[in-house]
């Protein structure tokens, strides 16, 4: 299941949509889908477009100083934060954009605003090394959090998985403070709420920023069509568990 949900979102992402009409236009010998596709390449390529999309994805929440956070019961702090690198037979782990996860959480915890932080043993299938939160767990630990305050999930592979982890460990209706990214909440939201946990989202890892436009904002970039493939993968990800939860609920 997770390679399925992980190669679901390129099949229908502009850069799936894009090797469609290509092949489509080159094998047909048609010349309208590819003056589409290389439309969309520069579309989907503009900062302009995926600062919106982005902005999209972020709408629903806000920036929160940590201290008007009401108390709960635990943290909680989702994985998708920390790299692996293989290299010379040896693994390292390193911090992505995401890194204001944990960052938050250790704060949250600092100000009281629960007793535990629990971090999920996020693992998927081909990386190497240990679960990111026991990756976390060391890293806490050195931001001066005691060991009796950080409590692990079994494995999971998916958000999904985490709110099923995290739901046994605590019971029934209770309040956690739920911290993730911006863009990732509303899908986060959907998945812990089913798991009957009163949920307190706790936004972080904010992308989209009111800049003023520039000319810049009019270039093709790389990074934009990156950034604008990112939101129809997280689109997907949302109408897949609302799909779900709508059948078999």
Same mark, same amino acid.
């Given at each position: 299941?997770?390679?399925?949900?992980k190669?679901?979102?390129?099949?229908?992402?502009?850069?799936?949509?894009?090797?469609?009409?290509?092949?489509?236009?080159?094998?047909?010998?048609?010349?309208? /889908?590819? +003056?589409?596709?290389?439309?969309?390449?520069i =579309?989907?390529s503009?900062?302009?477009?995926?600062?919106?999309?982005?902005?999209?994805?972020?709408?629903?929440?806000? /920036? !929160?100083? #940590?201290y *008007?956070?009401?108390?709960?019961?635990?943290?909680v =702090?989702?994985?998708?934060? +920390?790299?692996?690198?293989?290299?010379?037979?040896?693994?390292?782990?390193?911090?992505?954009?995401?890194?204001d996860?944990?960052?938050?959480g250790?704060?949250?915890?600092? &100000?009281?605003?629960?007793?535990n @932080?629990? &971090?999920?043993?996020?693992?998927? #299938?081909?990386?190497?090394?240990? /679960?990111?939160?026991?990756?976390?767990? =060391?890293?806490?630990?050195?931001?001066?959090?005691?060991?009796?305050? @950080?409590?692990?999930?079994?494995?999971?592979q998916?958000?999904? *998985?985490?709110?099923?982890?995290?739901?046994?460990?605590? #019971?029934?209706?209770?309040?956690?403070?739920l !911290?993730?990214?911006?863009?990732?909440?509303?899908?986060?939201?959907?998945?812990?709420?089913?798991?009957?946990?009163?949920?307190? #989202?706790?936004?972080? *890892?904010?992308?989209?920023?009111?800049?003023?436009?520039?000319?810049?904002?009019?270039?093709?970039?790389?990074?934009a069509?990156? *950034?604008?493939?990112?939101?129809?993968?997280?689109?997907?990800g949302?109408?897949?568990?609302?799909?779900?939860?709508l059948?078999?609920?």
């Open positions: 299941m997770i390679y399925f949900n190669i679901l979102p390129v099949i229908f992402s502009p850069l799936g949509l894009l090797i469609f009409l290509l092949i489509y236009g080159i094998l047909r010998k048609k010349r309208l /889908p590819l +003056v589409i596709a290389s439309i969309l390449v =579309v989907f503009l900062p302009l477009v995926s600062n919106k999309l982005t902005q999209l994805l972020e709408q629903n929440y806000e /920036p !929160v100083a #940590p *008007d956070v009401e108390k709960a019961d635990a943290i =702090v989702l994985s998708g934060m +920390v790299r692996t690198i293989n290299k010379n037979n040896e693994t390292f782990y390193e911090f992505s954009d995401a890194v996860r944990i960052l938050a250790v704060e949250l915890l600092k &100000l009281n605003k629960a007793q @932080i629990i &971090l999920t043993r996020g693992k998927l #299938p081909w990386n190497a090394g240990i /679960p990111e939160g026991e990756f976390l767990a =060391v890293f806490v630990k050195s931001q001066g959090v005691v060991e009796n305050q @950080i409590i692990l999930t079994e494995n999971v998916n958000t999904n *998985d985490e709110a099923k982890a995290v739901s046994k460990l605590l #019971p029934q209706n209770s309040k956690i403070i !911290v993730t990214s911006a863009f990732h909440m509303p899908r986060a939201m959907t998945v812990f709420e089913n798991q009957n946990l009163i949920v307190i #989202p706790f936004a972080v *890892d904010f992308r989209f920023s009111e800049n003023k436009l520039d000319f810049l904002d009019f270039l093709p970039q790389a990074e069509f990156k *950034d604008s493939s990112f939101y129809f993968r997280e689109l997907i949302r109408a897949f568990y609302h799909l779900r939860y059948i078999f609920s």
